[in-house]
């Protein structure tokens, strides 16, 4: 047919594609090439936010860690700060006290001045009283030497720790068998005695009865008492005070010579004399 053409297909020879199919096709590929972009995009995207993500954890992790160091900053700042406060009240206690402490060693001092001082006068005053002590002392011993030689003269006197014990007895006071009664020559002996001891300051004088043997212990009791008794009543009546004189009898409990003979029991029927002078300290 003339109107007719026929297409035939040569060997080797591509068949061209409609143009509608070619359209779609590169529809295709700028989708395919879109899809890929937006792919790789997103894979950025994703990777960036992974990034963004891990940089705000670490971000985060420093900032809680920035944190912790600055609480731990601040307590150990508050810590200084109560070490510093409490080392500042303890300086001003510290200094309180020293300052006291040194009040207190200001006053000890001016105490142990005051103690030196009052010390020394202690012992200026007790060297003075013992030099006076000795001074009183020794004019006693003088005195009492001197009572000792005139008595002697008079009667038997002896010193012993309590003092002189003038011995009236036999021989120079004579008292019958069981009498207390003083002869003329007696109360002439106690006379002189008297004067004496008038001479003499600072004394007490103790008269002591004895008797014999003879009779009974309650019996001789009361005859020494009766025999010292007439005595002190003489010395009295002599000028002698009455309060420096003191009377005693010992019955027959002290002999003066042992033994039961005449001689014997007229030498233990006497009154003895204790002399004491009071500003001398005897022996006990």
Not at 77 to 103: K, M
Not at 153 to 179: C, P, V, W, Y
Not at 240 to 263: D, F, M, N
Request: proline fraction near 3%; aromatic fraction near 2%.
């Amino acid at each position: 047919m003339s109107g007719l053409s026929l297409r035939t297909d040569e060997p080797g020879t591509p068949e061209p594609p409609p143009k509608q199919g070619r359209g779609s096709l590169a529809l295709y590929a700028l989708l395919g090439l879109l899809l890929a972009g937006l792919g790789v995009l997103g894979y950025q995207e994703l990777q960036h936010r992974r990034a963004l993500e891990a940089q705000m954890a670490a971000l985060q992790a420093q900032s809680l860690q920035s944190a912790a160091l600055a609480r731990q900053a601040q307590e150990r700042a508050a810590a200084a700060e109560a070490s510093a406060r409490a080392a500042a009240e303890g300086r001003q206690v510290a200094e309180a006290q020293t300052s006291e402490a040194q009040q207190q060693a200001e006053a000890a001092q001016q105490q142990a001045e005051a103690a030196k001082k009052e010390a020394g006068s202690a012992r200026e005053a007790a060297a003075q009283a013992q030099a006076e002590a000795d001074r009183i002392r020794k004019r006693a011993e003088a005195e009492v030497n001197r009572l000792e030689a005139a008595l002697g003269q008079i009667a038997e006197t002896r010193r012993t720790q309590l003092g002189l014990i003038l011995n009236l007895g036999s021989d120079h006071l004579k008292f019958e068998f069981d009498k207390a009664e003083l002869r003329p020559e007696d109360k002439e002996l106690l006379a002189r005695i008297a004067g004496i001891l008038m001479t003499s300051h600072d004394y007490t004088v103790s008269v002591n009865g004895h008797t014999d043997d003879v009779g009974s212990a309650a019996y001789n009791q009361a005859l020494s008492e009766r025999r010292a008794r007439a005595v002190h009543d003489y010395l009295v009546k002599a000028g002698l005070p009455a309060e420096i004189l003191s009377v005693q009898g010992h019955g027959k409990s002290r002999p003066l010579v042992p033994g039961t003979s005449e001689a014997a029991r007229a030498k233990n029927r006497r009154v003895e004399l204790g002399i004491v002078n009071t500003q001398i300290r005897y022996a006990r």
